[in-house]
């Protein structure tokens, strides 16, 4: 329900906002403060740094090396 709500007086919605947002790369940065501030996304954050740091304890660089002899 509150997805229909933000401005209805002047027929701006909250899904519409969002959208917006989303589509603005200037912006991403305003629209991840306000969806921690609402508490929307911190329990996303804390998930992805955790991924982020099991990918990096389990990554090897050396396998990644070409290892051609025309390299």
Known sequence: MLLGLAFPHLKIWLSQVLASLSRMPRLLGSFQQ???VCHVS??????????????????????RLI???NV
């Open 42 to 63: 911190s329990h996303s954050d804390r998930h992805e740094q955790k991924l982020a740091k099991i990918r990096m304890e389990e990554s090897n660089p050396s396998n």
């Open 34 to 36: 306000l969806l921690t």
């Open 67 to 69: 290892r051609a002899n």
